[in-house]
């Protein structure tokens, strides 16, 4: 992510920003166990998992489609926590429906929309650089999942 957004202008900058970033979410997997009970099977562990998966993902330093087919697995999870919800609604309408959904339309429609912003920023700027949004939705997805209160019984 920080490559195609600064590397651009500022090569060192865009490869300190990505250790920065990677440094980041290895804490933030970190947190997400560090003082949590090993309860697999309950939702706490599957949302905490889901998380994880999925913050995994995009720690990876090289983030190509087939990585992100992996996200199948972190979404299942949570549909399978949340299916259910409350008077019948999936996920309980609460937001993790819509990140979902928005997180898999911006990992399809990624790639086009990265050349775009290069594209744009070129012509406008000189140089072209590109902020991957997909990246970002996939983080604030695996913050809210993380963040997600259990279903009332």
Known sequence: MSTLLLDAFAPRAATFFGITLTLAALAALVALWIRE??????PDWDR????????SVITSPHLFGYDLMLLLLPFVVVWHVYRDGKDGRPLD????LAMTALGWALA???PVLTVAQQAVTRSAFGRPFALQIGV???AVWSWLVARAKPLAA
């Not at 905490?48 to 913050?55: E, F, I, V």
């Not at 309408?93 to 993790?96: I, K, S, Y």
């Open 37 to 42: 009970p090993r309860t697999p099977g309950s």
């Open 48 to 55: 905490r998992m889901a998380a994880t998966l999925a913050l």
């Open 93 to 96: 309408g609460r937001p993790l």
């Open 108 to 110: 399809l429609v990624g």
């Open 136 to 138: 970002i939705a996939v």
